[in-house]
């Protein structure tokens, strides 16, 4: 059985075109690095030197220290360590459970295709942000719960997505083609239309990646995620805002986190101006 | 946290003619929203039954905490009196009851009515979003229709990089960056609540204390509850008036292209004519549809917002409640955002129907 792929844009769709788009993917990609890299190239993040409390910038400490005398600058590297992987397992979890429900309820409509729909719709019509933070609560705060938290009410919008793509599929040619070859309706929804509606979902995906990880710093933030002495960009300026004097321990972070943002949406920003995954 | 919203389907397809039915659509539409309003919210009330029920933290121990949770005498009564007792949907019936008789449970950590404390946040909160939103339209609007009318300039490419900053700001970021800037260094707003405590609390009218100042005659009082809430709600204004910007610049970008702006532009109409009469209004109608979705952003910016600027809101206390695993606090105020919400974008809804010309004209 040969799967016509070529008609769907296919995933070249998430290459860079633009320099807008590299430099997006150049800041990207020097996160992750001197996230990877961190123990390395910093200092212990979780070294008190109660002697240097709250000191400014300066050449032994580039970002100043915080209340505890620990170096803001080893922080903010060690920090990327838990507030990126905690965007990226948000995404991935949202899409794991949204994509396979959403698929299923396109592709056999019904009841199922209704009862999905519906907790999808009521999931959506609430502030997502402060469902999460209701569920996070309840769940008890840690970096689990923060992922699950926030996956549960992003999952919607990877269950419409997914859909939406395997509603339009199901009339294509190569799909007809192919259940008139005899594939079962597992087959054909394994074999042929999720591989298509692949590069769109993964679109989707990539561009959501800012406000996953914006949304999990800012439960860290509130203190339902990542727990003190663990670096997070969230939380260290959660904790620096009770010393706002010393500006570099809650700035610094607060910068990473944007810096970050940004470059995902400067990647992402092509993709709008095409109407492509919102 | 703002992300672009997904086209709404009360958003406006600029380029679509004007076509005669619409209003019938709309009317269904609306109807439609009439219909499922109850279902939507009796939902919203079972999904937080359901999440205070379900989730691993067991009432009785939040409640009496864990030297109270080893007397099994202490849970079985807590049990009995809050009807823990009791099979699931009686259980839910119960909390329903209390919600209809205005009763959201009793903070763990006061020991108050929720729905008291609630209700005294909540005018705070609104003051502050209304507040931010007239602040957002107002610097967003016209920078969006400046950057289409200039498309490709200096001036848009600028506006460009500082709205996409603005956008993938996260709220309590910008508020730190503003308390250090505007309040510590500068000292232009005031810090930390809603009023200098010098000064007495207007009486309570609308609950809007600037309203409420006015109303009393005291605008000594008015004018620093307005020193107050500048901070918080130029810290969200702008986040949003961003967002404002850059959907403005492309639907007007859209509407330039139309075949209503070379039909001006043959009639030998100037551009600033063009811009400012004819693509405005066309891409100021799915702008104003946007303006409910916001409400959902503006209330859970306030969160962390009116935490870090000491704004006595609703949000606040959400965090106040969240960091304290103050249960019955955070589920009543997130059904209250969530009915609030709902509501907003329904009234929001309602008045677009009414202000879109193409309605007038079918």
């Known amino acids: 059985m040969t799967r016509p792929v070529e008609s769907a844009p296919g995933l070249r769709l998430l290459r860079p075109v633009s320099p807008a788009q590299w430099v997006g993917l150049s800041i990207i990609a020097a996160w992750v690095l001197l996230a990877v890299l961190a123990p390395l190239v910093s200092?212990?993040?979780?070294?008190?030197?109660?002697?240097?409390?709250?000191?400014?910038?300066?050449?032994?400490?580039?970002?100043?220290?915080?209340?505890?005398?620990?170096?803001?600058?080893?922080?903010?590297?060690?920090?990327?360590?838990?507030?990126?992987?905690?965007?990226?397992?948000?995404?991935?979890?949202?899409?794991?459970?949204g994509v396979p429900l959403g698929a299923l309820a396109g592709f056999v409509r019904g009841w199922l295709d209704e009862?999905?729909?519906?907790?999808?719709?009521?999931?959506?019509?609430?502030?997502?942000?402060?469902?999460?933070?209701?569920?996070?609560?309840?769940l008890g705060p840690s970096v689990s719960s923060a992922v699950i938290a926030i996956a549960a009410v992003m999952w919607p919008r990877y269950a419409r997505?997914?859909?939406?793509?395997?509603?339009?599929?199901?009339?294509?040619?190569?799909?007809?083609?192919?259940?008139?070859?005899?594939?079962?309706p597992a087959q054909v929804l394994w074999q042929t239309v999720l591989p298509n509606a692949a590069p769109v979902v993964t679109l989707v995906a990539v561009l959501d990646l800012g406000t996953a990880t914006l949304a999990g710093a800012t439960l860290s933030f509130l203190g339902l995620g990542v727990q003190p002495p663990t670096p997070?960009?969230?939380?260290?300026?959660?904790?620096?805002?009770?010393?706002?004097?010393?500006?570099?321990?809650?700035?610094?972070?607060?910068?990473?986190?944007?810096?970050?943002?940004?470059?995902?949406?400067?990647?992402?920003?092509?993709?709008?101006?095409k109407g492509l995954g919102r | 946290m703002v992300t672009p919203a997904p086209a709404d389907e009360a958003a406006v397809d600029t380029r679509r003619p004007l076509r005669r039915g619409r209003r019938g659509g709309r009317r269904r539409s609306i109807a439609r929203r009439l219909v499922t309003l109850p279902f939507l919210l009796l939902g919203m009330t079972l999904l937080m039954f359901l999440i205070s029920r379900f989730l691993p933290a067991d009432p009785a121990v939040a409640f009496l905490g864990n030297n109270g949770a080893d007397n099994q005498q202490a849970v079985?009564?807590?049990?009995?009196?809050?009807?823990?007792?009791?099979?699931?949907?009686?259980?839910?019936?119960?909390?329903?009851?209390?919600?209809?008789?205005?009763?959201?449970?009793?903070?763990?950590?006061?020991?108050?009515?929720?729905?008291?404390?609630?209700?005294?946040?909540?005018?705070?909160?609104?003051?502050?979003?209304?507040?931010?939103?007239?602040i957002s339209l107002v610097v967003g609007i016209p920078l969006g229709i400046l950057a289409a009318a200039r498309r490709s300039s200096l001036f848009d490419r600028l506006t460009g990089g500082a709205t996409l900053l603005g956008v993938s700001m996260p709220p309590f970021v910008l508020a730190l960056l503003a308390l250090q800037v505007l309040y510590l260094q500068l000292g232009w707003v005031a810090g930390p609540g809603r009023l200098d405590p010098f000064l007495d609390p207007p009486p309570t009218v609308t609950g809007l204390m600037t309203i409420d100042a006015l109303l009393a005659g005291r605008p000594a009082v008015a004018l620093d509850v307005l020193h107050h809430l500048v901070l918080p709600a130029v810290v969200l204004g702008v986040i949003h008036g961003a967002f404002f910007a850059r959907v403005v610049r492309?639907?007007?970008?859209?509407?330039?292209?139309?075949?209503?702006?070379?039909?001006?532009?043959?009639?030998?109409?100037?551009?600033r004519v063009i811009v400012g009469r004819h693509a405005f209004r066309f891409a100021l109608i799915p702008t104003l549809s946007l303006v409910g979705l916001t409400f959902g952003e503006l209330f859970a910016g306030a969160i962390t917002v009116e935490t870090i600027t000491g704004w006595p809101g609703v949000g606040?206390?959400?965090?106040?409640?969240?960091?304290?695993?103050?249960f019955?606090?955070?589920?009543?105020?997130?059904?209250?955002?969530?009915?609030?919400?709902?509501?907003?974008?329904?009234?929001?809804?309602?008045?677009?129907?009414?202000?879109?010309?193409?309605?007038?004209?079918?």
């Open chain 2, 328 to 362: 019955p606090a955070v589920m009543a105020g997130t059904l209250l955002i969530g009915i609030a919400y709902v509501l907003v974008n329904l009234i929001v809804d309602l008045l677009y129907g009414v202000a879109d010309p193409r309605v007038e004209a079918s």
């Open chain 2, 316 to 326: 606040r206390y959400m965090y106040n409640a969240a960091t304290k695993l103050d």
């Open chain 2, 76 to 134: 079985d009564a807590f049990n009995a009196r809050y009807g823990l007792d009791r099979p699931l949907w009686e259980q839910y019936w119960i909390y329903l009851d209390r919600l209809l008789h205005g009763d959201l449970g009793t903070s763990i950590s006061t020991s108050r009515p929720v729905a008291d404390e609630l209700a005294a946040a909540f005018p705070a909160t609104l003051e502050l979003a209304v507040a931010a939103l007239l």
């Open chain 1, 232 to 273: 997070e960009w969230g939380a260290m300026v959660s904790t620096a805002v009770q010393t706002p004097e010393a500006w570099w321990a809650s700035l610094f972070p607060g910068f990473a986190l944007v810096s970050f943002v940004v470059a995902v949406n400067l990647y992402g920003q092509v993709f709008d101006r």
């Open chain 2, 250 to 271: 492309s639907t007007m970008v859209d509407a330039l292209r139309g075949d209503f702006v070379r039909t001006a532009r043959g009639k030998g109409l100037s551009g």
């Open chain 1, 43 to 97: 200092a212990d993040p979780l070294a008190q030197q109660t002697a240097d409390r709250l000191q400014a910038p300066s050449f032994a400490h580039p970002f100043g220290t915080d209340q505890l005398g620990r170096d803001v600058l080893s922080r903010v590297l060690h920090g990327g360590r838990a507030t990126l992987p905690i965007g990226v397992s948000i995404v991935l979890l949202a899409t794991l459970v």
């Open chain 1, 115 to 138: 009862a999905v729909m519906r907790v999808a719709d009521l999931l959506l019509a609430l502030p997502a942000l402060v469902l999460a933070l209701a569920i996070a609560a309840a």
């Open chain 1, 161 to 184: 997505l997914a859909r939406g793509q395997v509603l339009t599929l199901r009339q294509r040619e190569f799909v007809l083609a192919d259940r008139a070859t005899g594939a079962s």
